[in-house]
């Protein structure tokens, strides 16, 4: 097949890529690039399966390869990806991508490129099609809905896996390797609230702080970047000790994975007191900037806007009780790891606040790479929302992937590494998620890994209008071509050293 990349190496990823770029493959629409390796696997007289993760039609795919002549006796290694991808914007989820190459940086034009994990898939695939690369039993299991709530290895099987270690491929900078990675479970709080009539008297002002750097959860939790609702709170909370002030709603966020940056109240003061807190919330705006300096450069609090007078609102009690219960919900860095310098181990995001007049609901995910310390935090926050009042629903608990310095296979893929690059990788946990973490749960026995190669911007679009050369430093998903012959020589590395491993 004659393709942009035809005369690019390792030639047989690139063709393979090439195909699968051809095939749309977004998040929960996977079903013809699963029928196209189940094909491709029955075609080669591989043994195949696929459950129904999906739906009826299609689901996660498994193929058994087996060992090359003279690996009979090697363990039996996972090699692990996902199908689907991200296309943005979305209208373009069931068009083939358009390559472009500039210089060595592959592209999509007016979408991201896919190689999350679209490159990984056509490492297997080779692995599948190439008979000359040693290897002990393969398992290569290609999993869906990676992007959109981890459907695929939610759903896989605790019976179907016989493989000693596993290699996820789905890391994005290829001098790390990581060994750990974050459970995640999700609270969600309903205050029941029993407003009053506003009555005459009264002017109803907006309080906002905005322009927060917020971030993702798992990645810059640790980051010193404030979170705009609780940030908004105490300064109401404090306030309300010399100013009555009453709540009518407060609203902050949007996704749960999300380190809020921007949130609002609207409150009931007398008219006499809106110079006053006006005033305070100029100095709140400076003891921002002394706390938060060049970190949140950016965040402001707003002055005191009036709005329109609502028709209900808290009364004194119920407004510090809201208060209290927003404030003291644990926000940030709970604990550090104690086996990766730097890495946190346990965090909670009060991630989301909506008020109606019947009720607060408040959204709040948790993070750990240790089980208990999951639950640990898991239970303070319920604690809190008890002492509230609140109504408790925990939704989707998955438990982490713990780190192991100790693990045979980090020794291993450490070794190929500097053997191959010629200097030694960075080792690391990650406070984001990856179906490591769930697939560990399931098979807590394997021993396993992440790694990739490196790939910039994932997720982002290229400009559809995009110009060679004029915009070759915009962002956009792309990964260096140039690049992924020594990665591919380091995975064929890691396959060889694996052989010679002992059962």
């Given at each position: 097949?004659?393709?942009?990349?035809?005369?690019?190496?390792?030639?047989?990823?690139?063709?393979?890529?090439?195909?699968?770029?051809?095939?749309?493959?977004?998040?929960?629409?996977?079903?013809?690039?699963?029928?196209?390796?189940?094909?491709?696997?029955?075609?080669?007289?591989?043994e195949v399966t696929m459950d129904k993760a999906g739906g009826n039609d299609f689901g996660n795919v498994l193929v058994k390869c087996p060992p090359t002549p003279g690996c009979e006796n090697s363990p039996v290694v996972i090699f692990q990806s996902h199908l689907d991808m991200v296309a943005l914007p979305a209208e373009n989820k069931d068009r083939p991508l358009d390559l472009i190459l500039d210089g060595s940086m592959l592209r999509a034009r007016g979408n991201t490129l896919?190689?999350?994990?679209?490159?990984?898939?056509?490492?297997?695939?080779?692995?599948?099609?190439?008979?000359?690369?040693?290897?002990?039993?393969?398992?290569?299991?290609?999993?869906?809905?990676?992007?959109?709530?981890?459907?695929?290895?939610?759903?896989?099987?605790?019976?179907?896996?016989?493989?000693?270690?596993?290699?996820?491929?789905?890391?994005?900078?290829?001098?790390?390797?990581?060994?750990?990675?974050?459970?995640?479970?999700?609270?969600?709080?309903?205050?029941?609230?029993?407003?009053?009539?506003?009555?005459?008297?009264?002017?109803?002002?907006?309080?906002?702080?905005?322009?927060?750097?917020?971030?993702?959860?798992?990645?810059?939790?640790?980051?010193?970047?404030?979170?705009?609702?609780?940030?908004?709170?105490?300064?109401?909370?404090?306030?309300?000790?010399?100013?009555?002030?009453?709540?009518?709603?407060?609203?902050?966020?949007?996704?749960?994975?999300?380190?809020?940056?921007?949130?609002?109240?609207?409150?009931?003061?007398?008219?006499?007191?809106?110079?006053?807190?006006?005033?305070?919330?100029?100095?709140?705006?400076?003891?921002?900037?002394?706390?938060?300096?060049?970190?949140?450069?950016?965040?402001?609090?707003?002055?005191?806007?009036?709005?329109?007078?609502?028709?209900?609102?808290?009364?004194?009690?119920?407004?510090?009780?809201?208060?209290?219960?927003?404030?003291?919900?644990?926000?940030?860095?709970?604990?550090?790891?104690?086996?990766?310098?730097?890495?946190?181990?346990?965090?909670?995001?009060?991630?989301?606040?909506?008020?109606?007049?019947?009720?607060?609901?408040?959204?709040?995910?948790?993070?750990?790479?240790?089980?208990?310390?999951?639950?640990?935090?898991?239970?303070?926050?319920?604690?809190?929302?008890?002492?509230?009042?609140?109504?408790?629903?925990?939704?989707?608990?998955?438990?982490?992937?713990?780190?192991?310095?100790?693990?045979?296979?980090?020794?291993?893929?450490?070794?190929?590494?500097?053997?191959?690059?010629?200097?030694?990788?960075?080792?690391?946990?990650?406070?984001?998620?990856?179906?490591?973490?769930?697939?560990?749960?399931?098979?807590?026995?394997?021993?396993?890994?992440?790694?990739?190669?490196?790939?910039?911007?994932?997720?982002?679009?290229?400009?559809?209008?995009f110009v060679f050369g004029l915009d070759s430093a915009s962002t956009g998903e792309r990964i260096d071509t140039a690049r992924l012959p020594r990665f591919w020589e380091f995975v064929k590395t890691v396959l060889r050293k694996l052989t010679e491993v002992v059962e």
């Open positions: 097949m004659e393709h942009l990349l035809s005369n690019i190496e390792p030639a047989e990823i690139w063709d393979h890529f090439c195909r699968l770029a051809q095939i749309p493959h977004p998040s929960g629409g996977e079903q013809a690039i699963c029928r196209h390796i189940y094909h491709l696997a029955e075609n080669l007289g591989l896919g190689a999350d994990n679209g490159i990984a898939v056509a490492m297997a695939l080779s692995l599948m099609t190439n008979r000359e690369i040693a290897h002990g039993p393969l398992e290569l299991l290609f999993t869906i809905n990676e992007e959109a709530g981890m459907t695929g290895v939610i759903m896989l099987s605790d019976r179907i896996l016989k493989g000693r270690f596993l290699i996820n491929v789905d890391s994005q900078q290829e001098q790390i390797l990581t060994v750990g990675c974050a459970g995640v479970n999700r609270s969600i709080f309903q205050l029941p609230v029993k407003m009053d009539p506003v009555i005459k008297g009264f002017v109803a002002v907006r309080v906002s702080v905005v322009g927060g750097k917020g971030g993702h959860s798992g990645l810059e939790i640790n980051s010193g970047r404030a979170n705009a609702g609780q940030q908004l709170v105490r300064i109401l909370y404090e306030e309300s000790k010399t100013i009555p002030l009453y709540l009518a709603g407060v609203n902050w966020g949007n996704v749960e994975n999300a380190i809020p940056s921007e949130a609002n109240a609207v409150v009931l003061i007398r008219p006499e007191n809106l110079s006053a807190l006006r005033a305070a919330l100029l100095r709140w705006g400076k003891i921002q900037q002394e706390e938060f300096g060049k970190v949140e450069d950016t965040m402001e609090i707003s002055p005191a806007e009036e709005v329109e007078l609502p028709e209900f609102a808290m009364g004194a009690a119920l407004t510090d009780s809201v208060l209290s219960f927003l404030l003291a919900l644990p926000h940030g860095v709970h604990t550090m790891s104690n086996e990766v310098e730097g890495l946190v181990e346990t965090s909670s995001n009060v991630a989301i606040v909506r008020t109606s007049p019947m009720e607060l609901i408040v959204k709040v995910s948790q993070r750990s790479l240790s089980d208990p310390l999951l639950d640990a935090i898991v239970t303070k926050c319920e604690a809190v929302a008890r002492l509230a009042g609140a109504q408790v629903t925990q939704i989707g608990k998955t438990y982490g992937w713990k780190p192991n310095l100790s693990s045979p296979l980090l020794n291993l893929c450490r070794d190929a590494y500097l053997q191959v690059f010629g200097e030694a990788p960075k080792v690391q946990g990650l406070h984001g998620m990856l179906e490591c973490g769930l697939i560990k749960s399931k098979y807590p026995n394997i021993d396993m890994i992440s790694f990739g190669p490196t790939i910039l911007d994932a997720h982002a679009p290229t400009k559809p209008d």
